[in-house]
T-cell receptor, first 115, second 113 residues
Framework: NAGVTQTPKFRVLKTGQSMTLLCAQDMNHEYMYWYRQDPGMGLRLIHYSVGEGTTAKGEVPDGYNVSRLKKQNFLLGLESAAPSQTSVYFC??????????????FGDGTRLSIL | GNSVTQMEGPVTLSEEAFLTINCTYTATGYPSLFWYVQYPGEGLQLLLKATKADDKGSNKGFEATYRKETTSFHLEKGSVQVSDSAVYFCALSDRGRDDKIIFGKGTRLHILP
């Protein structure tokens, strides 16, 4: 059972570099989400997608871009990394219920450090 | 806007102690409520959920009851184990808002043998 798979698991970048985080799910979920987790802040939603070809902004979208070209994949891009983007990034996916009672399934996270 | 408030940690207990982690929420409408658990080095995983008032969610000895009158969803377990050491997140789901989930800040639980 793969579930939600995130790659890479760890990465160190220099300020100004770019990179893409990949999230893949094999559960045929419609909805996918990217969060960042910082000490004392809980999880904050960066961007999300309600279906292939669609994306929307979450709570903290600045400095990030996303794409959902295939239903099973959701990519998070950092165009010009900044130290403030040092964080643990989590991808999640869920069925679309229409009434909000479906849980989200999470990957194991990507630990990103920006020097 | 909608929000979740849970007790700050860390919470440290001895094995076999009774656990309560408080969670209250603010929401318009009728949200679903969740508890997620995060073990070290892992992502969050659903522990239990409740979708309407007076529902009780339960799993692995943990329980929580959806209390609309007090807007609460407190997590309880009668006898904790060392293996329960983790971070616990209370969360609510906005119905009709793309199923987005709003998380509390998490409560770290340490269980001493």
């Amino acid at each position: 059972n793969a579930g939600v798979t995130q790659t890479p698991k760890f990465r160190v970048l220099k300020t100004g570099q770019s990179m893409t985080l990949l999230c893949a799910q094999d559960m045929n979920h419609e909805y996918m989400y990217w969060y960042r987790q910082d000490p004392g802040m809980g999880l904050r939603l960066i961007h999300y997608s309600v279906g292939e070809g669609t994306t929307a902004k979450g709570e903290v979208p600045d400095g990030y871009n996303v794409s959902r070209l295939k239903k099973q994949n959701f990519l998070l891009g950092l165009e010009s990394a900044a130290p403030s983007q040092t964080s643990v990034y989590f991808c999640a996916s869920s069925y679309s219920s229409g009434v909000g009672n479906q849980p989200q399934h999470f990957g194991d996270g990507t630990r990103l450090s920006i020097l | 806007g909608n929000s979740v408030t849970q007790m700050e940690g860390p919470v440290t207990l001895s094995e076999e102690a009774f656990l309560t982690i408080n969670c209250t929420y603010t929401a318009t409408g009728y949200p679903s409520l969740f508890w997620y658990v995060q073990y070290p080095g892992e992502g969050l995983q659903l522990l239990l959920k409740a979708t309407k008032a007076d529902d009780k969610g339960s799993n692995k000895g943990f329980e929580a009851t959806y209390r609309k009158e007090t807007t609460s969803f407190h997590l309880e377990k009668g006898s904790v184990q060392v293996s329960d050491s983790a971070v616990y997140f209370c969360a609510l789901s906005d119905r009709g808002r793309d199923d987005k989930i709003i998380f509390g800040k998490g409560t770290r639980l340490h269980i001493l043998p």
